[in-house]
């Protein structure tokens, strides 16, 4: 044999060999994505095969990446929870990229994430981080443009079958120029919470009528619930022998405290302007922008609402009932300490209640459930307030989403890419929503799966398969840097909520204070694009006489209170979310 055929020979061998491993390889991808199906994801709005060619589109696409080990972070929801234990470790094994999902706290993601845009340093791969920072990662030059990159360095690496248009929450993380900054992972809004048991017993509804003059029922506006509030705190006090209340919140002086105003508190009495998702010119923080979508400012004096008249009826009515109709403990509490208490039983209804917390609703051996776990309570969508028009938002949607930044290696930042469109993919997004409730797909919304639990949610399903779902929206991109500008709610309105000052004073510091870092940050030149261009200031009353936000106060804020049957409002939902 010449030398020349031993090469040949050699060759044909190694190219036999190397076919043998690829065929191996696709083989072992193979059972590994059947197992998968098989174990942990046997719910889909895919068939089975359909979610295998998915999982071994992942494995081939992860190739370059194998054996890399990543680090992305998230706060601790039961949805990041299964993210973590269960997908972390099923695309570890599919792809051979080694998956480190850490579960922090809130506070901490925001605080990582912006130590990361300032110093460059390479802390996690990927962050799911609350689309409220939409306004941050449009600015800064920093956050990676998802639109472009999937048309560029992600072309090879973007799952064919994402199909962006069925998500349902993808315009919160999307900039004015139409890009996607940020991909949603999971949602859920505040709403009304009550309890539909009480509201239905004929003695409370004679009860109610006598002293009120209208029916029991879901309310529409903010004095049927100070009414709601006030009857079953004052007027019926007890119930099979237990101390009740006709409202729920939460006081203490914390960062919380802050998510409890600026999400949408001020914007559902009426404080902004139209405009989904996010008020124009005026959002619910009160910040204003100009045509070129610059910040303004949030001062009445130069435009801005959120020390407005709109703005102090609401922080006024929140410390009020607070004091007057939650339970005494409730002043102390933190968002997550307060989060449970209405599924002990004695708490009439919340008009800020989050949707996270459906799942710690649901166990049967809870004084809110029956017997056979069906809950005596239901959701709907909260009252608005007096300032309120038609066409502005109706509530806060608290969207978590995939972000990356250009401080990560390209390499890590792309694997990071492929672990989260695993995390959203058709294969495991519904066993996620049935995981997690906290949806992110139409197509996972409308499935049989949901339609079959929804009489065990209290209308979660219902309410993310009406399009009005659409009018419950996140922070806007009007805030040009949330994790500066966040702390300075829970700062200055928490001596409010305390009595120590009043609702005007403490909105006014709050006020000049985002003024005063939205100029410092224009003065230092940190953003790319939508800098701050504050209006100078001017007399308050000059902006009050203005068409639109900011709104002159009104003669009478507490107008008739006004109720709407449960059942009459539910039909009317059904009807606009049917889906030919």
């Known amino acids: 044999m010449t030398a020349i055929t031993m090469r040949l020979s050699l060759l044909a061998a190694s190219i036999t060999l190397a076919s043998t491993a690829l065929h191996a390889d696709d083989h072992d991808a193979r059972a590994i994505a059947e197992r998968l199906v098989d174990e942990h994801f046997q719910n889909s709005t895919l068939s089975r095969e359909e979610q295998i060619e998915e999982l071994l589109w992942f494995a081939k696409a992860a190739e370059p990446f194998r054996d890399m080990e990543i680090n992305t972070v998230a706060e601790g929801l039961t949805t990041h929870i299964y993210e973590r234990d269960v997908l972390a470790e099923a695309f570890s094994e599919l792809t051979g990229i080694e998956v480190t999902h850490n579960i922090i706290g809130e506070g901490d993601v925001v ?35 998802i639109s472009d990159a999937m048309q560029n360095e992600w072309a090879d690496y973007t799952l064919p079958t994402l199909d962006l248009d069925d998500f349902i929450g993808l315009q919160y993380g999307t900039g004015p120029d139409g890009s996607i900054y940020q991909l949603p992972t999971q949602q859920f809004a505040n709403l009304y919470w009550f309890r539909h048991d009480w509201f239905q017993r004929e003695d409370l509804q004679a009860q109610f009528r006598d002293i009120y003059g209208y029916d029991l029922g879901v309310p529409t506006n903010w004095t049927a619930y100070e009414d709601i509030a006030e009857f079953f705190t004052e007027h019926v006090g007890e119930i099979d022998g237990t101390k009740v209340y006709g409202h729920m919140d939460y006081g203490r002086r914390d960062p919380s405290l802050g998510w409890r105003f600026h999400d949408s508190w001020l914007s559902m009495a009426g404080m902004g302007s139209p405009g989904v998702p996010f008020g124009n010119p005026v959002d619910d923080w009160g910040i204003r922008v100009n045509e070129e979508s610059q910040p303004v400012g949030a001062s009445v004096s130069r435009g801005g609402a959120t020390n407005s008249p709109a703005s102090v009826f609401a922080v006024t009515k929140m410390v009020e009932w607070l004091k007057k109709y939650a339970p005494p403990e409730a002043s102390g509490m933190t968002f997550g300490e307060a989060g449970p208490v209405p599924a002990q039983g004695n708490v009439a209804q919340q008009m800020f209640w989050y949707t996270a917390f459906t799942a710690d609703m649901t166990d049967p051996g809870l004084p809110v ?105 996140p922070s806007s991109t009007n805030v040009p840097d949330y994790p500066r500008m966040a702390p300075l709610w829970w700062q200055n309105l928490a001596p409010a909520v305390s009595g120590d000052i009043a609702p005007q004073e403490a909105l006014d510091n709050l006020a000049g204070d985002l003024d005063s870092i939205m100029a410092r940050l224009a003065r230092a030149k940190v953003f790319t694009t939508y800098a701050p261009n504050l209006n100078d200031e001017q007399d308050p009353q000059y902006w009050l006489d203005q068409p639109g936000s900011p709104k002159a106060k009104l003669d009478n804020e507490m107008p008739q209170g006004s109720t709407v049957p449960y059942d009459e409002m539910m039909e009317a939902w059904m009807a606009a979310g049917s889906r030919e």
Not at 115 to 141: C, E, F, K, L, P
Not at 380 to 387: D, K, N
């Open 369 to 473: 459930t029956d017997d056979e776990g069906n809950p005596k309570w239901r959701m709907a969508p909260s009252p608005t307030g007096p300032y309120w028009e038609e066409g502005m938002k109706v509530g806060y949607q608290d969207v978590g989403s995939w972000t990356f930044f250009d401080s990560t290696p390209e390499e890590r930042r792309t694997a990071a890419w492929l672990f989260a469109q695993f995390t959203v993919s058709k294969t495991v997004s519904l066993e996620k929503l049935m995981e997690g409730l906290t949806p992110i797909r139409e197509s996972d919304v409308f499935s049989q799966q949901m339609t079959e639990m929804a009489p065990r949610l209290g209308g979660l399903v219902e309410f993310y398969r009406s399009p009005n779902e659409s009018n419950w929206t």
């Open 111 to 145: 605080n990582n994430m912006q130590t990361q845009m300032q110093s460059g340093r390479n802390i996690y791969d990927a962050y799911v981080n609350d689309s409220d920072a939409i306004g941050t990662h449009i600015r800064y030059g920093t956050t990676i443009n």
